[in-house]
């Protein structure tokens, strides 16, 4: 019987013996690793991970309804802007006072103050001018509207008396 069965192999293969490759027993240790470590690889081998459960979408839409049929509906906290009349009156008072404030500050702001540097800038002027010069202006400016009868001693007093030393300059 086993002559039967080795005949019938030899038919099939087609050689009078079966013959082992060169090195098969060497090799054969490193083949079966690398098979088993292909085999390991496919198995950590990463999916797509999207997989939609089955019947998932035919369901959906029963299950979103359930869910928001079985949650309580919450009433919404009103708060009312103007809850006392004390409450309009403080408002309106602030208002005021706001707007009280702007207006102040904004007189403030609007009248112009001399710069400084305008100011130091005039006195110079006015210490480089002679009295000579600050007379002879004065002259041809202010004594054609006086009287013809003052003369130039009582002129200098008065100016000295009345006028400070930025108003001559800036009538120079």
């Not at 490193?30 to 019947?55: M, Y």
Request: some cysteine; aromatic content about 10%; hydrophobic content about 40%.
């Amino acid at each position: 019987m086993d002559n039967e069965i080795e005949d019938s192999l030899k038919g099939r293969f087609g050689g009078p013996d079966f013959v082992v490759p060169e090195n098969y027993f060497e090799q054969l240790n490193q083949e079966i690793q690398s098979r088993v470590a292909v085999e390991r690889l496919k198995a950590l081998q990463i999916n797509d991970g999207f997989v939609v459960p089955e019947h998932y979408f035919e369901q959906l839409n029963a299950k979103i309804t359930s869910k928001i049929q079985d949650t309580p509906v919450k009433q919404a906290k009103v708060v009312r802007l103007w809850q006392s009349d004390l409450f309009k009156y403080a408002t309106a008072a602030c208002f005021i006072l706001v707007a009280a404030a702007g207006l102040y500050v904004n007189n403030q702001q609007s009248i112009p103050a001399a710069p400084v540097s305008t100011e130091l800038s005039y006195d110079q002027i006015l210490f480089d001018l002679s009295e000579d010069q600050v007379i002879e202006a004065l002259n041809n400016d202010q004594l054609s509207s006086m009287s013809a009868a003052a003369n130039e001693d009582d002129l200098e007093e008065y100016i000295l008396n009345n006028y400070s030393q930025s108003d001559i300059v800036t009538n120079l």
